[in-house]
């Protein structure tokens, strides 16, 4: 098999409003049962699946908050990739009235319009920290931290080449991912500008679309891709 790794995203992409359809839950399963190892990578913190319908358990590993964190379910270990957020950063978004303001390891999350107010307090601050968008979140970040950063950190300890690994998103915060892998896969409710630069278009969104793509780098598929061409 070509493909040794799967690196996905959640939202929009494995899961629908939290939710993971059946067919995609099977396909992950049957993937994973033919040694494929695969990566959540998500902008959630890993406290958001207490409460949802897919157990950790089912990846290899996880990148959460975007990059910043790292979760072995196997083992339970989890390692930080980031610094905490500036307690006066956060603080000031508080009392500036951003809200919803979430606040992980290293992320602090909120949603659009705020990005503006975010942008004001890290200048007056003199932050070097990041803005990034993802339908509609603002995701503020250390610099340097993005999901193909933690991905790196991930697929060196899986002992797997990012030429050897799938990636698949559906916003504007999985372009670094799909560049750094040698298949970059966008589902197809994805925002234009990553389908684009993909190079393979699933014909079905969100879960269905992932089971199709699971389901095609189980059958190989996805093998004899040409790579130098844009395949929808």
Known sequence: MRWHALATDFDGTLATEGVVAPEAK???????AKGVKVVLVTGRELSDFSSLDIAL??????????GALMHDPATGETLGLGAPPPEHFVAELAR????????????????????????????QQGLEHQVIFNKGA??????????ATGLTVALERLH????KT???????????????????????????????????????????GMA???DAMGSGKLDDLNLTEIVK
């Open 26 to 32: 099977l396909a992950l399963q049957n993937l994973r």
């Open 57 to 66: 358990s089912s990846f290899d590993l996880i990148i959460a908050e975007n």
């Open 96 to 123: 500036l009235g951003v809200t919803p303001l979430s606040v992980g390891a290293s992320i602090v999350a909120t949603c659009e319009p705020y990005e503006h107010v975010v942008l004001e307090v890290i200048k």
């Open 138 to 147: 603002v995701m503020i970040l250390p610099p340097g931290v993005n999901k």
């Open 160 to 163: 797997i080449g990012p030429e």
């Open 166 to 208: 799938v990636a698949v998103g559906d916003a504007e915060n999985d372009h670094a991912l799909l560049e750094m892998c040698g298949l970059g896969v966008a589902v197809s409710n994805a925002i234009p500008s990553l389908k684009e630069r993909a190079h393979w278009v699933t014909t079905a969104p969100d879960g269905a």
């Open 212 to 214: 199709e793509l699971m």
